[in-house]
């Protein structure tokens, strides 16, 4: 099992920042793929980013402002938000899955066996 506990989420401003963490345990994290999807109000949860720890992927719509890492030695992966609009709101998770392959940058939502609780963002404009 893999747990998985979010944090940083809030209110901004449009154009402003913020950073969400998320941290893991039960699993050796190096041996995970991580994942940031979103969720609006009315709308499917769709994949901001992703990183296997040697792919990593962007969401069109997000390329040029948000930045996956991870630090191995922390368990934990971040998503670094910048220039914030109103379509940024929605509900953030993080996902787990285990032993990923090199070739694949898993972008849907039904290849992460694990799940954080989500963490709100809202943009104000």
């Known amino acids: 099992q893999v747990q998985l506990i979010e944090s940083g989420g809030g209110l901004v401003q449009a154009g402003g920042s913020l950073r969400l963490s998320c941290a893991a345990s039960?699993?050796?994290?190096?041996?995970?793929?991580m994942g940031w999807f979103r969720q609006a109000p009315g709308k499917e949860r769709n994949v901001v980013a992703t990183?296997?720890?040697?792919?990593?992927y962007y969401t069109d719509s997000v390329k040029g402002r948000f930045t996956i890492s991870r630090d191995n030695a922390k368990n934990t992966v971040y998503l670094e938000m910048n220039s914030l609009k109103p379509e940024d709101t929605a509900i953030y998770y993080c996902?787990?899955?285990?032993?990923?392959?090199?070739?694949?940058?898993?972008?849907?939502?039904?290849?992460?066996?694990?799940w954080g609780q989500g963490t709100q963002v809202t943009v104000s404009s």
């Open positions: 990183t296997t720890g040697v792919r990593v």
């Open positions: 996902a787990a899955l285990e032993n990923p392959s090199s070739l694949y940058y898993y972008t849907k939502s039904n290849d992460y066996r694990y």
């Open positions: 039960g699993r050796t994290f190096s041996s995970l793929a």
